[in-house]
Structures are given as C-alpha cells and as structure tokens.
C-alpha cells in the first residue's frame, strides 16, 4: 500500500503550499494542459452538433496523424513530439527523487518484478480492454463518443515502429504523472486514499473528453481500476504494460486493417 513515513510530508503550510504549486506546474505542462484542451474541444464538438446538426458520433477524433508530406521528416516530426512529450516524465521523476531514494524505485517503475509485471499487465488490459470496446461502441450508439481514427499515419516502412513508441509514450505519460506522480504528492499533501485515486481516475477522464464524454467516462472507471491497484502494489510498471498493449492493439490494429474493415 502507498504509505510515507512521516519525514515524507510537509510539516508547515509554506511547504505543503510549495508541494501544491509544484502540483499544478507538472499538470499544467502535462495531462492537466491536456485536459483542458480536451474539455474546450468537447464544447466545439457540442456546438457543431447543435449548429450544423452533426451529430457526435458523425464527428471523428484523429490520433497519430503525419505532420509532414515528406517522409523522412514526418518521421522526425514523429520522434521529436514523442520524445518532448516525455518531458514531464523526467520532470515528475526528477521531483519525486531524494538523495539515496530513486523515484523510480519508489514508484515500482523498475524492472525487478519482470515476469510478473507482464503477466498482470496483460491480465490488466484484456480486463479494461474487452469492456472497452463495449464502451465505445455502445457510445458511438447513443451518441455519446465521437468515431476514432487510431491512426491517421501514412503507410512507410516506419509505421508501425512509431505508433508502438506512441503507444509506449502514452503509456508513460499517463502511468507515471497521474498515477504515480499524482498520487505520491497528494498523499504527502495528506489526502485521503480514495480521494487521491478519484482525483487520479477525473484527471484521466478528462484528457480524454475530446473523444465524448462515454469514452471520458470509460477513462474514469480505468482511473480508478488502475489507482486503486497501485494503491495496494506501489508499483506503476504493471498499469505502463497494461496501457502500451491497449494502445498497441488500438493504433496498430487500425492500420493493419484500417480497409478490410471500412473504418474512419
């Protein structure tokens, strides 16, 4: 279980003041800046249904798009979004680290349990990725999500290496800021447990309001799945297999057979 000794938390309100801010800095350049966006695109999305009378799930939510019509330098727009996109990663990392105390130990972000850490995290996304679908699909029939297009990727030679390194950056992301991350700190700021893991599970929901708000929704239910399981193991590289095999599936299915099924 998550627990901090008492050295851990701040003892005077100057303090845990820093450790607030500090808080919302990290969102503010991560999933938070996300969320945000995501909630703003909602709206425009509602909008353009009720003003051009289309409907949510006639809209299409893009993911993984080229960002050039050359090649190679789509391909280097490619790596360079992923790999500043990490950035926060090594910023809550880097916070969370003390002298003689990885924080990636401290989070279970390590490869000492590998065996395991696979087997639950398959175990993991074949029990969040079958309801899922469900989720989605029964969304898109009460019009409460939009259709997604998992990749929107020219068809090179280097396709389907970049959206596994997508999905493993996702993965990351999200996994480390707010799951491990997110919960350490407000634990330190002396929240409660479930209300560390329901601040968790909102902030996932929200980044993902830009597909409608039946996937946000879906996204809460995996917080909370995904919160309260760290919450017991300490340990975020279960939930990080778990989501890059989501992700995979997702972005490299589509490609694959993006035609044979007439997807978005």
Known sequence: ??????????????????????????????????????????????????????????????????????????????????????????????????????????????????????SIGAGLAVVVGIPGLGVYFVGLALNMNVSISASGLEQYWWTVPVLILSALKNALLEEVVAVGYLMERLRQLGWQIPAAIAASALLRGSYHLYQGYGMALGNVAMGVLFGWWYYRTRRVMPLVVAHTLLDVVSFVGYELFEDVLDLP
């Open 1 to 118: 279980m998550v627990t901090e000794s008492a050295e851990e938390r701040p003892t005077d309100a100057r303090s845990r003041r820093r450790l607030g801010i500090e808080v919302w800095i990290v969102l503010g350049l991560s999933l938070g800046q996300s969320g945000v966006f995501a909630v703003v695109r909602l709206v425009e999305r509602l909008v353009e249904q009720l003003v051009e009378d289309t409907r949510l799930s006639d809209q299409t939510a893009s993911m993984n798009t080229s960002r050039s019509d050359y090649e190679y330098l789509d391909l280097t727009f490619q790596l360079l979004r992923m790999g500043f996109a990490l950035v926060p990663v090594a910023l809550a990392l880097y916070l969370l680290s003390s002298p003689g105390r990885s924080a990636m130990r401290r989070i279970g972000l390590d490869a000492s349990r590998p065996w395991r850490d696979l």
